[in-house]
């Protein structure tokens, strides 16, 4: 029985006590295997190895040594040459040639790319993705009488795409949520680029709104029996290209496919494990430009904190010194600095959550002073325990008088069991908002069908080839035409008021 997670022994090489020899002998073989070279002598490595100083000492006896090593690891495989022997002696020998392993290969790819990434996440937020994908998926729309291998081609487009979508983003994200970025955030430098990172994001979010919806409309307008068909193809054409391991296998490829496509298709719009990963990305970038915002803020409080009041105070000596009298100088003070008498006091009651409150319509709040003993605690007294249950009862009636006041002014717009928009008179705000609200939940359900704060079941049905105008008491909007349709059950017949 095979162990799923085996010892990789071809990493060996990576962390043993000569690993700065084995990566050099193997990076010359990775080098000669991409500039299709498969076979290496030890003459041809060892000559290689001798043009840098640190193999000055480095010896061909050695290197052998090193080889069998890589060999018995499995990162070289070995092959006697035979063909150009010209005497006994160097057939006893045994005189081998080199090849890379596919696992070694890839190790190198991989340190390759680590090397220039350095210890930082790359990344990036490439609106042009999303469009390649979307113009791709309209190929698969329209490739209904294409052959195997442009079918083949479509599918590898769409998952290069996704892929590079999936990683960049992510990576991005990761970095910056990095230590590092965070410090270079903070510093004083950071001001200058503010506005570039600012405008990169927000272009960023708002092209992936516009496409993206676009992909999901494509993704929701492709029938499962076409890409079915679609998929059949993909698999005839990879079928088509031989290979070894394959003989005997009946694996049905186009299934396989299936799920794949399953998979690209819930992170655009989600499953019923949850949320689609498109959601995740829009709300990593708000976030993103929330945090940078807060960051901002608090550097231009420090800046301001630490500025020089010289020229200021330079200023205001100069403009007493040029008014005609002392009374206006005793104005200019008032203003300036204030009456020498008031004391501006900080009181820890809030009387209104309102900020555009201003202060001369608040009422008088009370202030008690303590003294600044090191030692000083108040006196305290047991009291009895505040019953506030006929307050928290008038709160809960208050609001669900209010929900049921809304739910019946929704009732009023229904006709049968929809509710067209564009037939609606003049409706009040709070109703255009939860209508917006609905259509917005709706955009990101597969199927356009959610829940209602009331317990309805509504469809949205979406007709873009119309746009209407839905009027409110503040104001009206163009929009397309939206149909909502009630699910479960008759709704009562009204005609909108």
Known sequence: MDVPFKKVTEATYLATEKSDKYRAILRHFFIQHERLREFLFPEE?????????????????????????????????????????????????????????????????????????????????????????????????????????????????????????????????????????????????????????????????????RTAASIQEVMISLPRESMRTFFEKVAQHEENVFRFERLGEKEDRAAELEATWLNVKAWFLGDD????????????????????????QRLGERSLLHRSRKEDYLHLAEWFSNLSSMEEAHKLSSVVFGLSHTKHLYCDHIPTDDIYTDVWEEAPMAHERVPRVRNYREKTRANAAESHLEKKEQTKEAYLKQRAYEQKVIQQYVSGSRIELERLPVIEPFVRKLFLVWIGKAMAKADRTIKTEYGDEVKVELDRSRTIRLQAEDGHMDMPAVTLLFKGKEAPNHEPA
């Not at 290969?105 to 996440?121: A, C, G, P, T, W």
């Not at 081609?153 to 910056?176: E, G, M, P, R």
Request: proline share 1%; with cysteine; charged share 30%.
């Open 273 to 296: 494990a949850g949320e689609s990963q498109y959601d995740n990305v829009l709300e990593q970038t708000n976030e993103a430009i929330r945090r940078m915002t807060r960051i901002i």
């Open 45 to 209: 490595v060892y000559n290689h190895l001798r043009e840098s100083p640190y193999f000055k000492n480095y010896g061909l006896d050695e290197l052998h040594s090193d080889l069998a090593s890589l060999v018995r690891w499995g990162n070289l495989r070995a092959q006697q040459e035979s063909g150009k022997v010209r005497t006994i002696e160097e057939f006893k020998k045994k005189r081998f040639r080199y090849q890379i392993t596919p696992y070694t290969v890839e190790f190198e790819r991989m340190l390759i790319q680590f090397e220039h990434q350095s210890d930082q996440f790359g990344g990036s937020l490439e609106k042009s993705h999303f469009e390649r994908m979307y113009q791709t998926l309209l190929s698969i729309k329209k490739a209904t009488q294409e052959s195997a291998e442009q079918c083949a081609q479509l599918w590898d487009d769409v998952l290069t795409y996704f892929k590079k979508i999936t990683q960049n983003t992510s990576d991005y994200f990761a970095y910056l949520r990095s230590e590092d970025a965070s410090e270079q955030m903070k510093s004083e430098a950071f001001f200058l680029y503010k506005d570039q990172f600012t405008r990169y994001l927000r272009d960023f979010i708002i092209n992936l709104q």
